[in-house]
């Protein structure tokens, strides 16, 4: 079970970071965040796995996952990377909106400031939620 779903159209690129570093950089050991696509991709790309590495955080076995109702019945937030629109409803779960452009168009030093821009998020949130 976690507590919090980071969901991005094809959970391999802006959620896969947002959880990665929301699990690294936590204060609470008692909650677990993971992530989620509308439509998943067939895998991470590699790019990915690398500049992660670059920021120490392994990606390594990671694959994308379908945001599912079932999976939404586990957690108390979901925290959209720039696809609100497109992500289901779940009743009773808090939804918050982080507006972030997809990267995949990105060139390799757009994707690591992307990849900077999400830690720098995750940071603020964990500060103001207490995570």
């Given at each position: 079970m976690a507590d919090i779903v980071f969901v991005c159209m094809h959970n391999a690129i802006r959620s896969q970071m947002a959880a990665a570093f929301f699990n690294k950089h936590k204060t609470q050991d008692r909650v677990k965040?993971?992530?989620?696509?509308?439509?998943?991709?067939?895998?991470?790309?590699?790019?990915?796995?690398?500049?992660?590495?670059?920021?120490?955080?392994?990606?390594?076995g990671i694959k994308p996952t379908k945001l599912t109702a079932e999976l939404a019945k586990t957690?108390?937030?979901?925290?959209?990377?720039?696809?609100?629109?497109?992500?289901?409803?779940?009743?009773?779960v808090e939804v918050i909106d982080w507006k972030l452009t997809d990267s995949k168009d990105r060139s390799l030093d757009g994707a690591r400031e992307m990849r900077n821009e999400i830690e720098n998020k995750v940071k603020v949130f964990i500060a103001e939620?207490?995570?």
């Open positions: 965040a993971v992530s989620a696509g509308v439509t998943p991709a067939a895998e991470v790309p590699d790019f990915v796995r690398n500049i992660m590495q670059e920021a120490d955080v392994d990606l390594s957690v108390s937030t979901i925290v959209t990377l720039g696809c609100s629109e497109a992500c289901p409803n779940f009743p009773g939620t207490n995570y």
